[in-house]
């Protein structure tokens, strides 16, 4: 077998820097029965949701056997531990001691713990479609700030509120299932105000420490013709800086915020609520191209062809398992964008997620993929942007929403049949990686 030996060591990252990994509630819990039901609950149940069929009913059973996962974390020796908190569990009676006794068993474990405070699993009743979802989800986050807050390390508000918008309400392949293709901009809208809210209750319950997780990452043009240009530069404002502007310097991109619901300045002035990092989920870069007027299939998609503009291949590229090319300079390249274009208006940076998937234990893959980014994240240190932690997605194989159990991201195997876990190789590279940081 031919590997792709990693022979160089590690620069050293600043003292501080925080390493941790990520995971999510609905992708791990289970324990279904034990909470109130969420839209991913609903979506799943829908025949041809989901590729294989699964649903997240028991998934990893974190919920039952969540001290082996800090074990393994502890094992790990992570900073860190990102999770997050299903709201419907917290509405559920006794949902949030859970989620006590898990930050309990992280302190004990010297593990810090993250929390999200949405991850996408929106309770049944909910919808982001109205406004009134942004002030509800304030009151959530009050509620769990109230019984974890003494304890937690750092807030997350939201989760990829682009993916949320454009998967679940754009093109309906993730739940709710909707397509509304450009109506799908309110969601976008809620989602921001809710996180300006949060931000508000949150240092109202006396917490502090607060970011964000928005995925992004730099879109290439297919080619220097004008309309290739144009239609990178669109989707780059739709993808990327629709969330960043208005979080980062109260703003939507020019034509945008005549779209979005409501007072949209008295909304940016919440959106636009201080913020103690700014949290980046990476994993690719997009080459964009003019629409081509065919549908096309794409990373486990299928794009519209009404499209403003098509998603080509970046050829020459090795391809993870999911068909995401392996671009690590991209991150320098995001990171090193983002310092640019907001200046002293953009807070600490923490890559919030950051993986592959892959098949198999022996994950040499996942080692070079982990590798090549780790590296191109401290040049981008080293170029002056203040990057304060790295987590990666994920601690173990889970529930990867319309792909269901077929994609791979652990660092730790999972057999769905007996929920036995098994550290792959890049657990202990990882694992000797951070040894030699300290
Ligand atoms: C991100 C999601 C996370 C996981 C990874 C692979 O978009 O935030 O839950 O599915 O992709």
């Known amino acids: 077998m031919i590997r792709r030996m990693v022979t160089n060591s590690m620069p050293q990252f600043p003292a501080g820097f925080l390493w941790g990994v990520s995971t999510s509630a609905h992708q791990i819990e289970g324990a279904a029965d034990a909470r109130e039901p969420s839209v991913w609950d609903v979506f799943t149940a829908e025949p041809g949701r989901v590729k294989d069929g699964s649903t997240a009913a028991v998934a990893c059973d974190s919920y039952h056997r969540y001290p082996e996962d800090v074990a393994l974390l502890a094992g790990l020796g992570?900073?860190?531990?990102?999770?997050?908190?299903?709201?419907?569990?917290?509405?559920?009676?006794?949902?949030?001691?859970?989620?006590?006794?898990?930050?309990?068993?992280?302190?004990?474990?010297?593990?810090?713990?993250?929390?999200?405070?949405?991850?996408?699993?929106?309770p049944v009743a909910l919808d982001w479609l109205e406004r009134d979802t942004a002030s509800r989800f304030a009151d959530h986050v009050s509620v769990v700030a109230e019984r974890l807050g003494d304890r937690v390390a750092k807030w997350i508000t939201l989760n990829e509120p682009a993916e949320h918008t454009l998967l679940g309400h754009a093109l309906g392949v993730h739940a709710p299932g909707r397509r509304l293709m450009f109506d799908a901009l309110p969601v976008a809208h809620h989602q921001l105000l809710a996180h300006g809210l949060a931000v508000r209750a949150l240092r109202a319950a006396?917490?502090?420490?607060?970011?964000?997780?928005?995925?992004?990452?730099?879109?290439?043009?297919?080619?220097?013709?004008?309309?290739d240009r144009q239609a990178a530069e669109f989707?780059?404002?739709?993808?990327?800086?629709l969330f960043s502007d208005p979080l980062l310097i109260g703003r939507y991109p020019e034509g945008i915020g005549e779209l979005m619901p409501g007072d949209v300045e008295?909304?940016?002035?919440?959106?636009?609520?201080?913020?103690?990092?700014?949290?980046?989920?990476?994993?690719?870069?997009?080459?964009?191209g003019a629409p081509q007027g065919a549908e096309i299939e794409f990373g486990g998609l299928s794009l519209p062809a009404e499209l403003p503009f098509t998603v080509r291949e970046i050829e020459d590229r090795p391809v993870t398992d999911f068909g995401w090319p392996v671009v690590p300079e991209a991150l320098t390249e995001l990171l090193t964008g983002f310092a640019e274009r907001y200046g002293d208006r953009l807070p600490p940076v923490l890559i919030t997620e950051n993986g592959c998937s892959y098949e198999g234990v022996d994950d040499?893959?996942?080692?070079?993929?982990?590798?090549?980014?780790?590296?191109?994240?401290?040049?981008?240190?080293?170029?002056?942007?203040?990057?304060?932690?790295?987590?990666?997605?994920?601690?173990?194989?889970?529930?990867?929403?319309?792909?269901?159990?077929?994609?791979?991201?652990?660092?730790?195997?999972?057999?769905?049949?007996?929920?036995e876990r098994t550290p792959k190789a890049s657990y202990a590279w990882l694992r000797d990686l951070l040894r030699a940081q300290r």
């Open 266 to 288: 008295a909304d940016l002035k919440v959106i636009a609520e201080p913020i103690d990092w700014y949290g980046i989920n990476y994993y690719a870069p997009t080459r964009v």
């Open 364 to 419: 040499q893959e996942r080692i070079a993929y982990l590798d090549g980014h780790i590296r191109a994240l401290h040049r981008a240190v080293e170029a002056g942007v203040d990057v304060r932690g790295y987590f990666v997605w994920s601690l173990l194989d889970n529930f990867e929403w319309a792909e269901g159990y077929a994609r791979r991201f652990g660092l730790v195997h999972t057999d769905f049949e007996t929920l």
């Open 78 to 122: 992570v900073d860190a531990y990102r999770f997050s908190v299903s709201w419907p569990r917290v509405d559920s009676p006794g949902g949030l001691d859970f989620y006590d006794g898990l930050v309990d068993a992280l302190c004990a474990a010297g593990v810090r713990p993250v929390v999200t405070l949405f991850h996408w699993d929106l």
């Open 235 to 241: 989707y780059d404002l739709l993808l990327n800086r």
């Open 206 to 227: 006396g917490t502090g420490d607060i970011g964000i997780a928005n995925s992004h990452g730099p879109t290439w043009a297919a080619s220097e013709k004008p309309e």
